[in-house]
């Protein structure tokens, strides 16, 4: 039996169909899309590139610490995962704390600085995060055998006693409390540039006589010195509050639909409670 025409008239077109397609397929799915292109999209490398921000940070254990090729402890851990969780490219960079201030100041990129408290000043410069972490009420670490500075009695009481010396970290803040107490009261005080290990060393010398320290670096300080412990005492204080509330601290290049997106995770797993686990890696 022979087809009709009106069979293989449709064949034809068919076939003409097929050809056209075959012929403007390149066209459709070019294989080497042109640079012009505009749905190319740039690398997994240029987009980090492009899209990360970089964090400062500072070997102060157990906050945050270099651990492999990241950054570990209380507080790296934590960031590692919060901007894991809002999906943004996060390079960490270690540098001089004093000198993170400068950089966020200078305001000449997309930067961060881990785990600072917010101050009326830095609030002029800087940009924050919701907080991160809480920490505990602060405590001072003196001589065990320096009699002047016991524990049990409101802080002011050691701050008027000018037989002790208290050593401040420049460019440091304590918290409001001891802040406001230290600029109302004026004790006697020398200020220093040295990391905290030779703080302590400058205690342990008699060279002063305390200084302020938040209970979760007390244990770690004192192994980092070498020094006995039982050469020091840890000293409480009546009226101390909570600890302070530790962010991280952007340059105004942030934008804020980037930090909302990071505060949005850090509301959602509660990471800005000291006791929460949830961050643990």
């Given at each position: 039996m022979k087809p009709d025409k009106t069979t293989l008239l449709v064949f034809a077109v068919c076939l003409v169909a097929i050809a056209v397609a075959l012929?403007?397929?390149?066209?459709?799915?070019?294989?080497?899309?042109?640079?012009?292109?505009?749905?190319?999209?740039?690398?997994?490398?240029?987009?980090?590139?492009?899209?990360?921000?970089?964090?400062?940070?500072?070997e102060r254990h157990p906050y945050y610490f270099s651990q492999g090729k990241g950054v570990g402890g209380i507080i790296g851990d934590r960031i590692t995962?919060?901007?894991?969780?809002?999906?943004?490219?996060?390079?960490?960079?270690?540098?001089?704390?004093?000198?993170?201030?400068?950089?966020?100041?200078?305001?000449?990129?997309?930067?961060?600085?881990?785990?600072?408290?917010?101050?009326?000043?830095?609030?002029?410069?800087?940009?924050?995060?919701?907080?991160?972490?809480?920490?505990?009420?602060?405590?001072?670490?003196?001589?065990?055998?320096?009699?002047?500075?016991?524990?049990?009695?409101?802080?002011?009481?050691?701050?008027?006693?000018?037989?002790?010396?208290?050593?401040?970290?420049?460019?440091?803040?304590?918290?409001?409390?001891?802040?406001?107490?230290?600029?109302?009261?004026?004790?006697?005080?020398?200020v220093t540039f040295a990391d905290n290990v030779s703080m302590l060393k400058m205690i342990h010398t008699r060279r002063v006589d305390y200084l302020f320290i938040a209970q979760e670096e007390a244990d770690n300080l004192l192994a980092e010195a070498g020094l006995p412990a039982s050469d020091f005492k840890k000293i409480t204080f009546t009226d101390m509050p909570e600890g302070n509330r530790r962010y991280i601290l952007f340059s105004r290049q942030v934008e804020d639909s980037t930090i909302d997106r990071l505060n949005r995770v850090i509301q959602y797993y509660g990471v800005n409670e000291p006791d929460d686990r949830s961050t643990t890696r």
């Open positions: 012929y403007t397929r390149t066209a459709i799915y070019p294989t080497a899309p042109s640079r012009s292109d505009p749905v190319v999209r740039e690398t997994d490398r240029d987009a980090y590139n492009r899209g990360r921000i970089i964090v400062h940070y500072h995962f919060i901007f894991e969780q809002a999906g943004i490219p996060l390079a960490w960079k270690k540098t001089p704390a004093k000198r993170q201030l400068d950089i966020i100041k200078k305001n000449s990129g997309r930067e961060g600085a881990a785990g600072w408290f917010k101050t009326p000043e830095r609030e002029t410069f800087a940009k924050f995060s919701r907080p991160i972490y809480q920490d505990r009420p602060t405590i001072a670490l003196a001589r065990a055998d320096q009699d002047l500075i016991q524990s049990g009695l409101p802080l002011a009481d050691t701050l008027v006693n000018r037989r002790l010396r208290l050593l401040r970290k420049d460019g440091y803040a304590y918290g409001g409390f001891i802040d406001r107490l230290i600029d109302r009261l004026h004790p006697n005080q020398t």
